[in-house]
């Protein structure tokens, strides 16, 4: 769904120009930095539970290019990229138990072409989740990283 200007109150939007009908249109390729000017809140990281930290930084490093971090240096954690960067940081949280049940949150990555990424990704160890959804503004596949974590990789279409 798309993100109405008017949502968007004393919020900063960076390299996403607003179209006619007053919808943010982020750019292929850019990064949404979404901020709060009133209270200097801004999106920093996704923290993910899973059993094995240390794989799904691996996995992740190496899906998106971004190099592991020691930001989160403690036994039982793991990070993917910094806090600093333009991204948001991924970082990784030893829990006992496996992931049980439908997550009701996933990362959606962009990529170039859909199926070129789905056999990288189940080069490094993940796995198509037999879903594929093919919209006007792209096409999307569901996917599952090394511990079942289910996130998508979107090729947009040209407009």
Sequence with gaps: M???AAECANRQQIDHPIDGD???SPGVGHHRVVSDERTNASWTGVT????????LARFWSDLLGRPRT????APGWASVGSRHDTAPRL???AVPE?????????LDVSVGDVEEARRRIEAL???WAGVRHDYDEGSVLTMCDPEGNEFCIVSYAER
């Design 22 to 24: 007053g919808v943010l």
């Design 98 to 106: 496996a992931r049980a049940g439908k997550v009701r949150i996933h």
């Design 2 to 4: 798309p993100i109405r």
């Design 70 to 73: 020691a930001e989160m240096d």
């Design 125 to 127: 160890g993940g796995s």
């Design 48 to 55: 993910i539970d899973c059993v094995d930290p240390a794989r």
């Design 91 to 93: 970082t990784f949280r």
